[in-house]
């Protein structure tokens, strides 16, 4: 009993540095709250060349070549332009996380700077977009940096085209690990999808790639594949979401449940794929990377500033087993 004292003693610590930065975000940033009302209540004006029930899905194209994307760090980079009218959503349920990041609030508790890296494939590089300021790393370091101004907060990107989880695995120690970061968000799946490759392998490599971020100090955050029409074309499409979310719940890390998002905006608010996806049916464009972003920012400003007590009672797990359309 005597070795959990020092745990028990950081815990309540925390849970004290937490519940007082929660009281001043909250006094600060209520307004913030409005990203997690339901998505019925945003539904209103949207153009009519957006909206479409019934959208065809395309057939499954290319995955890019491999390049290296450089670091985006811009301090404030020109908002990207979003369609007329469609307002960015998602259900509460999805735009909460069931875990609190606790290494990401301790650091802002503190008062200390915050570092989070980004690392993926081509929809974390950010081919679809227009800029690399247009990019949702480098969406998701303005939008935080608005919700805790004058905190010191980088968002690394380490997005490289058509990589897999174990191309990813590799670099970790000089992309991600050498950056000492607090909260790592990892995007997975869509390339060993889009390639036909089996699951069990990928399953394997995922639960090794998280207990190594976690063993080097890092909340963890993944985040799965894209609602896109290349993705639905694929019969492992389905697999990958129940693995990716079964190694979520089973490493006791958070997951950002992008697939269900980006499927609410289709299936709930009637948007065709050509308001949210660029045009080679696959990658995401300004106006989703900014909108996910903003979900990602909400999500992490929440689970950031969450008192601890409260954080050990969890809601039930969100859709394990998401049905495609």
């Given at each position: ?25 909250v006094a600060l940033h209520s307004a913030g709250a409005q990203m997690s009302a339901p998505a019925s ?285």
């Amino acid at each position: 009993m005597s070795s959990n004292k020092p745990k028990l003693a950081c815990r309540a610590q925390a849970a004290a540095a937490a519940a007082l930065f929660a009281a001043q975000f909250v006094a600060l940033h209520s307004a913030g709250a409005q990203m997690s009302a339901p998505a019925s209540t945003a539904h209103a004006s949207i153009p009519a060349h957006m909206v479409s029930p019934k959208s065809p899905i395309a057939a499954p194209v290319g995955t890019p070549a491999g390049t290296a994307t450089k670091p985006l760090t811009s301090s404030a980079p020109a908002a990207p332009a979003v369609p007329s009218q469609v307002v960015c959503t998602a259900p509460a349920e999805l735009a909460r996380f069931e875990r609190p990041l606790l290494h990401t609030m301790r650091r802002l508790a503190n008062g200390q700077p915050l570092t989070i890296v980004a690392i993926g494939s081509s929809s974390t590089a950010g081919a679809g977009a227009s800029s690399p300021d247009a990019t949702y790393p480098s969406r998701l370091g303005v939008e935080l940096r608005a919700r805790f101004p004058g905190r010191d907060i980088t968002v690394l990107n380490r997005g490289v085209n058509g990589e897999e989880t174990t191309n990813m695995m590799a670099r970790f120690a000089a992309d991600v690990i050498a950056a000492h970061p607090q909260l790592v968000l990892w995007q997975i799946g869509t390339n060993s999808v889009l390639r036909d490759h089996p699951l069990s392998p990928h399953s394997l490599q995922l639960h090794d790639g998280i207990e190594q971020l976690k063993a080097a100090g890092a909340d963890v955050v993944l985040i799965d594949p894209q609602f896109a029409p290349a993705v639905l074309a694929k019969s492992e499409t389905q697999g990958m979401l129940e693995q990716i979310a079964l190694a979520a719940k089973q490493e006791d890390v958070d997951l950002f449940q992008r697939f269900a998002v980006m499927r609410n905006w289709h299936d709930a608010l009637h948007l065709s794929f050509d308001a949210f996806v660029s045009p080679d049916h696959l990658h995401m464009n300004d106006w989703s990377y900014a909108c996910i972003a903003k979900l990602l920012g909400n999500a992490i400003a929440e689970a950031a500033t969450r008192p601890v007590a409260a954080a050990a009672v969890r809601p039930a797990m969100i859709s394990a087993k998401p049905d495609l359309p």
